[in-house]
């Protein structure tokens, strides 16, 4: 069965994932999704019944380490690469109203 | 002598004989990039002035008689996902287009601490994701077999630069064939090491569950030195596992006797063209001429493993490509009004379309109602095509199947629709959802010329059998010593 998505399923997921676009691109992502989709949806037909799923392929353990201070990376450093910093913060818009 | 066409292993004799300088080789290797990079385009950041002090350093610090390690004063590029501190990394996007990074990922330091000459950063496609480069912000990387044809993707800056001995060797990722691909095209040999096997510290995440890092190497003992310098536990990355690293390069065989060879089937069907399939099938009959046991192997659910594949890499990705917000690091949006505005101009400008692709078909994946249909049984399916290969592994010790079904492609060829990049992924993302290691090993030329890559999976952690029975077939061949023949002046 043929999955079509539509503009708005195209505007739902661009807000979550905030993208913005155009008429035009809402239009082609759509169209390449739905390919896209169409082409993965024969996985549904594959019978998974009682098989666990693989998140990982090696399992996966805590692993623990004393609880030493090591060294860290210099603030002032990792602030480089960031466009707007005041006072060894990042800065952004405001946040609340 | 022209330095810069050896390989690893003869250049490291020549130093540590003390017969030339590591400043020679690099200035070598500079100079064939001058001459070939403007066509090949392998490059996104060269790191040369680093590279010729680099090498003036060791050679000045060197004692006489001291011992070198064997990639000690040798020039290698990098993925450009893959960050260097100090260097440019700018994953081939506007979104990191001026990201340097204040660390080196875990394999460059170890490169690094062995005194290898980072010679600069190399291009893939935008975050990675393509299969021609076509999708990096920059600019096109071009097949040095033939200019007017793709170099793979995303690796294919790495393979490229490898097979026009601009670079000794490469570092670069894979994560559903990538490094593989590209290797296969540019007729350079390749490895997509086990999951677990090698640090992703410092690598820009795009799959986590099925990203490695390995080398793009001009021949399997050169590959097999620089594979034993970046493998091992880190503990940085809480997925590499415990199990012993062996001696790679000593147990470099021209042995196959008694190897037990899994022909798989389902990957020399209609789909591959007659060329690749021709060129295979002979290289496993001089295998089996030197004493290796071939029979046929089926892995019927990896018909599967390309859309699998597909839903499994684009969920990881977009939650991975969920942290670039314009805030940290990346580009960023000015005069924004709310928080809200500043991520979604920032990520609509920053981003590309392919990556813009990847991130709503993943936000798509695991959204409610849809996230059992496609991402659990993306999962579940995974788990029968790792089944199948153990089952297979009962019986043999490693599964041989062309590394693509194509030589490289003219620019322009369509292969950007889903079902021309689900046949490419049909024989390098088995290996990459089950984490299994597999090898590129060029084994001929199709008709035009273009060379062919012939793919050995193998058991996790094995890949001593690997590189011992890629080995064995080189040094009964010669289609690793073939450069491309292209007349750069």
Same mark, same amino acid.
């Given at each position: 069965?043929?999955?079509?998505?539509?503009?708005?399923?195209?505007?739902? /997921?661009?807000?979550?994932?905030?993208?913005?676009?155009?008429?035009?691109?809402?239009?082609?992502?759509?169209?390449?999704?739905?390919?896209?989709?169409?082409?993965?949806?024969?996985?549904?037909?594959? =019978?998974?019944?009682? !098989?666990?799923?693989?998140?990982?392929?090696?399992?996966?353990?805590?692993?623990?380490?004393?609880?030493?201070?090591?060294?860290?990376?210099?603030?002032?450093?990792?602030?480089?690469?960031?466009?707007?910093?005041?006072?060894?913060?990042?800065?952004?818009?405001?946040?609340?109203? | 002598?022209?330095?810069?066409?050896?390989?690893?292993?003869?250049?490291?004799?020549?130093?540590?004989?003390?017969?030339?300088?590591?400043?020679?080789?690099? &200035?070598?290797?500079?100079?064939?990039?001058?001459?070939?990079?403007?066509?090949?385009?392998?490059?996104?950041?060269?790191?040369?002035?680093?590279?010729?002090?680099?090498?003036? &350093?060791?050679?000045?610090?060197?004692?006489?008689?001291?011992?070198?390690?064997?990639?000690?004063?040798?020039?290698? @590029?990098?993925?450009?996902?893959?960050?260097?501190? $100090?260097?440019?990394? #700018?994953?081939?996007?506007?979104?990191?287009?001026?990201?340097?990074?204040?660390?080196?990922?875990?394999?460059?330091?170890?490169?690094?601490?062995?005194?290898?000459?980072?010679?600069?950063?190399?291009?893939?496609?935008?975050?990675?994701?393509?299969?021609? #480069?076509?999708?990096?912000?920059?600019?096109?990387?071009?097949?040095?077999?033939?200019?007017?044809?793709?170099?793979?993707?995303?690796?294919?800056?790495?393979?490229?630069?490898?097979?026009?001995?601009? !670079?000794?060797?490469? /570092?670069?990722?894979?994560?559903?064939?990538?490094?593989?691909?590209?290797?296969?095209?540019? +007729?350079?040999?390749?490895?997509?090491?086990?999951?677990?096997?090698?640090?992703?510290?410092?690598?820009?995440?795009? +799959?986590?569950?099925? =990203? *490695?890092? @390995?080398?793009?190497?001009?021949?399997?003992? =050169?590959?097999?030195?620089?594979?034993?310098?970046?493998?091992?536990?880190?503990?940085? =990355?809480?997925?590499?596992?415990?199990?012993? %690293?062996?001696?790679?390069?000593?147990?470099?065989?021209?042995?196959?006797? +008694?190897?037990?060879?899994? /022909?798989?089937?389902?990957?020399?069907? &209609? $789909?591959?063209?007659?060329?690749?399939?021709?060129?295979?099938?002979?290289?496993?009959?001089?295998?089996?001429?030197?004493?290796?046991?071939?029979?046929?192997?089926?892995?019927?659910?990896?018909?599967?493993?390309?859309?699998?594949?597909?839903?499994?890499?684009?969920?990881?990705?977009?939650?991975?490509?969920?942290?670039?917000?314009?805030?940290?690091?990346?580009?960023?949006?000015?005069?924004? *009004?709310?928080?809200?505005?500043?991520?979604?101009? #920032?990520?609509?400008? $920053?981003? @590309?379309?392919?990556?813009?692709?990847?991130?709503?078909?993943?936000?798509?994946?695991?959204?409610?109602?849809?996230?059992?249909?496609?991402?659990?049984?993306?999962?579940?399916?995974?788990?029968?095509?790792?089944?199948?290969?153990?089952?297979?592994?009962?019986?043999?010790?490693?599964?041989?199947?062309?590394?693509?079904?194509?030589?490289?492609?003219?620019?322009?060829?369509?292969?950007?629709?889903?079902?021309?990049?689900?046949?490419?992924?049909?024989?390098?993302?088995?290996?990459?959802?089950?984490?299994?290691?597999?090898?590129?090993?060029?084994? @001929?030329?199709?008709?035009?010329? /273009?060379?062919?890559?012939?793919?050995?999976?193998?058991?996790?952690?094995?890949?001593?059998?690997?590189?011992?029975?890629?080995? %064995?077939?080189?040094?009964?061949?010669?289609?690793?010593?073939?450069?491309?023949?292209?007349?750069?002046?």
């Amino acid at each position: 069965m043929a999955v079509g998505i539509t503009v708005k399923d195209v505007e739902y /997921l661009a807000e979550a994932a905030k993208f913005e676009f155009t008429e035009e691109q809402k239009q082609k992502f759509a169209q390449a999704l739905s390919d896209i989709i169409n082409a993965v949806d024969r996985l549904a037909e594959v =019978d998974t019944e009682g !098989v666990q799923p693989t998140i990982h392929v090696l399992s996966v353990k805590n692993i623990f380490r004393e609880d030493v201070v090591l060294p860290s990376m210099d603030r002032d450093i990792l602030l480089k690469n960031a466009a707007d910093v005041q006072d060894g913060c990042y800065r952004v818009p405001k946040v609340v109203e | 002598m022209e330095l810069y066409k050896l390989t690893v292993h003869e250049a490291a004799d020549l130093i540590n004989k003390r017969e030339v300088t590591s400043q020679q080789i690099v &200035q070598s290797t500079l100079q064939q990039i001058n001459e070939v990079d403007k066509d090949v385009k392998a490059f996104i950041t060269l790191a040369d002035e680093r590279a010729l002090e680099e090498s003036r &350093q060791l050679d000045a610090s060197v004692a006489d008689e001291e011992g070198l390690s064997v990639l000690a004063g040798i020039p290698f @590029g990098v993925e450009d996902n893959i960050c260097t501190e $100090g260097v440019r990394t #700018t994953c081939a996007s506007k979104m990191l287009e001026n990201f340097v990074p204040p660390y080196s990922a875990t394999v460059v330091s170890r490169i690094a601490q062995q005194k290898g000459i980072l010679m600069g950063k190399l291009n893939t496609d935008e975050f990675s994701m393509g299969l021609t #480069t076509e999708s990096s912000y920059f600019h096109e990387t071009r097949n040095p077999w033939d200019l007017n044809r793709i170099a793979g993707g995303a690796s294919a800056g790495a393979a490229a630069a490898v097979a026009a001995d601009e !670079v000794f060797y490469a /570092l670069a990722t894979d994560t559903g064939g990538s490094l593989r691909r590209a290797a296969a095209f540019c +007729g350079v040999v390749g490895l997509k090491p086990t999951y677990g096997m090698v640090s992703r510290y410092g690598v820009i995440s795009s +799959g986590s569950s099925m =990203d *490695q890092v @390995g080398p793009v190497a001009k021949d399997v003992k =050169d590959c097999a030195i620089v594979f034993q310098a970046i493998a091992g536990r880190d503990m940085a =990355d809480p997925m590499t596992a415990k199990a012993m %690293t062996s001696n790679y390069v000593q147990a470099l065989a021209d042995d196959v006797n +008694g190897l037990r060879i899994g /022909l798989l089937r389902e990957c020399f069907d &209609q $789909g591959v063209d007659k060329d690749v399939k021709d060129a295979v099938l002979n290289a496993v009959k001089s295998l089996e001429g030197l004493g290796a046991h071939v029979e046929e192997v089926s892995l019927p659910s990896i018909e599967h493993a390309p859309a699998a594949y597909c839903v499994i890499l684009s969920a990881e990705a977009s939650s991975n490509l969920g942290r670039y917000d314009g805030i940290k690091y990346g580009y960023r949006v000015e005069r924004c *009004q709310d928080l809200d505005e500043l991520y979604k101009k #920032t990520r609509t400008q $920053g981003f @590309g379309d392919e990556v813009k692709l990847r991130v709503m078909l993943g936000t798509y994946a695991l959204s409610a109602g849809n996230y059992e249909r496609y991402y659990l049984q993306a999962l579940k399916i995974r788990t029968i095509i790792k089944n199948e290969f153990e089952k297979a592994f009962e019986k043999f010790d490693i599964i041989v199947l062309p590394t693509c079904p194509t030589t490289a492609l003219r620019f322009g060829d369509k292969v950007d629709n889903a079902l021309a990049i689900f046949l490419a992924d049909k024989y390098t993302a088995p290996a990459s959802i089950a984490g299994l290691p597999a090898i590129t090993v060029p084994c @001929g030329f199709d008709t035009k010329g /273009l060379p062919i890559g012939m793919q050995f999976i193998g058991k996790a952690f094995d890949e001593s059998t690997l590189f011992r029975a890629a080995f %064995t077939f080189e040094q009964n061949t010669d289609y690793h010593i073939k450069r491309p023949a292209i007349d750069w002046r």
